[in-house]
């Protein structure tokens, strides 16, 4: 699937479930898990790899951003929302107007659809799940304790939901170089057909050294703030969620269903139901570039037989 098609441009509900399973993949498992990785390393980290630089960013970001109550949770997964469903969406629009002609033909035309942002709506049931879901997920990473015994009723949700409109988020500010990113990842689509060759080219960051020096200089500051012993840190810091679609009760597929629909609603697809949801979700198996690369050497030594004429 190219990867425009999934982050920008979705042309049916699946396309938003697809993107709904990558983030629950980087907020809850990869994110978590290279803050994981960075602590276990310690002092005698140094980031020598662009996967190092990677790692630092994320687990800084982690660390810089780590609730200390349920209300927390609940403050994030507001601006989450925020920021998926109604700034990327504007920005997506700054870049690309409605108006907006390539070739004498409108950019907006079939399979194409024009998106339009969010409203965060407190009595919206899709709204509260996505609240309530997230939050608790983000409350589960964290070890912090969920406070109800029953976080998938519709109290709570509604509950979640009221909570979450006490806080208000920042008005959004259209982005030149953000513009610039999603003009040039538009352009590359036509050379680049899959998604995995797509998010290499997505991940790369121009590494800044200053940039950099300082988020290094931060987690030495961040260290002697973590008192857990190492063998500890995913019992009592933070532990990573691995996907698992046959638990209704953890979260799991909430989130996906309640961030695909969302973004259905932001490009007016027909919404897919839950358990759909958790069918389509439950097949989806992410790319992984060392697999590929893994292929990529089986195949080289076959042909190096070939022209060898060994076996």
């Given at each position: 699937?190219?990867?425009?098609?999934?982050?920008?441009?979705p042309?049916?509900?699946?396309?938003?479930?697809?993107?709904?399973?990558d983030?629950f993949?980087?907020?809850?498992?990869?994110?978590?898990?290279?803050?994981?990785?960075?602590?276990?390393?310690?002092?005698?980290?140094?980031?020598?790899?662009?996967?190092?630089?990677?790692?630092?960013?994320?687990?800084?970001?982690?660390?810089?951003?780590?609730p200390?109550?349920?209300?927390?949770?609940?403050?994030?997964?507001?601006?989450?929302?925020?920021?998926?469903f109604?700034?990327?969406?504007?920005?997506l629009?700054?870049?690309?107007?409605?108006?907006?002609?390539?070739?004498?033909?409108?950019?907006?035309?079939?399979?194409?659809r024009?998106?339009?942002?969010?409203?965060?709506?407190?009595?919206?049931?899709?709204?509260?799940?996505?609240?309530?879901?997230?939050?608790?997920?983000?409350?589960?990473?964290?070890?912090?304790?969920?406070?109800?015994?029953?976080?998938?009723?519709?109290?709570?949700?509604?509950?979640?939901?009221?909570?979450?409109?006490?806080?208000?988020?920042?008005?959004?500010?259209?982005?030149?170089?953000?513009?610039?990113?999603?003009?040039?990842?538009?352009?590359?689509?036509?050379?680049?057909?899959?998604?995995?060759?797509?998010?290499?080219?997505?991940?790369?960051?121009k590494?800044?050294?200053?940039?950099a020096?300082?988020?290094?200089?931060?987690?030495?500051?961040?260290?002697?703030?973590?008192?857990?012993a190492?063998?500890?840190?995913?019992?009592?810091?933070?532990?990573?969620?691995?996907?698992?679609?046959?638990?209704?009760?953890?979260?799991?597929?909430?989130f996906?269903?309640?961030?695909?629909?969302?973004?259905?609603?932001?490009?007016?697809?027909?919404?897919?139901?839950?358990?759909?949801?958790?069918?389509?979700?439950?097949?989806?198996?992410?790319?992984?570039?060392?697999t590929?690369?893994s292929?990529?050497?089986?195949?080289?030594?076959?042909m190096?037989?070939?022209l060898?004429?060994?076996?």
């Open positions: 699937m190219p990867f425009c098609t999934l982050k920008m441009f042309e049916e509900t699946l396309h938003c479930v697809e993107w709904a399973r983030k993949s980087k907020l809850f498992t990869q994110k978590p898990q290279s803050t994981i990785n960075l602590i276990e390393k310690g002092e005698s980290f140094m980031p020598e790899s662009q996967q190092d630089h990677q790692m630092l960013k994320q687990g800084m970001s982690m660390l810089k951003k780590r200390t109550s349920f209300m927390d949770c609940i403050q994030f997964a507001r601006m989450q929302f925020e920021k998926y109604s700034h990327e969406i504007q920005q629009l700054y870049t690309y107007p409605l108006d907006m002609q390539v070739k004498g033909k409108p950019f907006w035309s079939l399979p194409k024009p998106p339009g942002p969010l409203v965060f709506d407190k009595k919206n049931p899709k709204h509260q799940m996505f609240i309530a879901s997230l939050a608790c997920l983000r409350a589960t990473i964290f070890h912090i304790e969920i406070p109800t015994e029953n976080p998938r009723s519709d109290k709570f949700r509604a509950q979640a939901a009221e909570d979450a409109d006490y806080f208000k988020p920042p008005p959004f500010k259209p982005n030149d170089a953000k513009a610039k990113e999603i003009q040039d990842q538009v352009n590359k689509q036509d050379n680049k057909d899959t998604q995995e060759e797509e998010q290499k080219e997505d991940d790369k960051e590494i800044d050294e200053d940039v020096a300082q988020r290094l200089a931060d987690f030495k500051k961040e260290l002697p703030k973590i008192t857990v190492k063998d500890q840190i995913e019992k009592q810091f933070i532990s990573r969620e691995d996907f698992e679609k046959d638990n209704d009760k953890n979260f799991h597929i909430d996906i269903y309640s961030m695909a629909n969302c973004r259905s609603l932001n490009y007016k697809l027909d919404e897919m139901d839950w358990l759909t949801v958790k069918l389509k979700a439950g097949k989806i198996v992410p790319a992984l570039a060392t590929t690369a292929i990529a050497a089986l195949q080289t030594l076959e190096i037989k070939v060898t004429k060994t076996e």
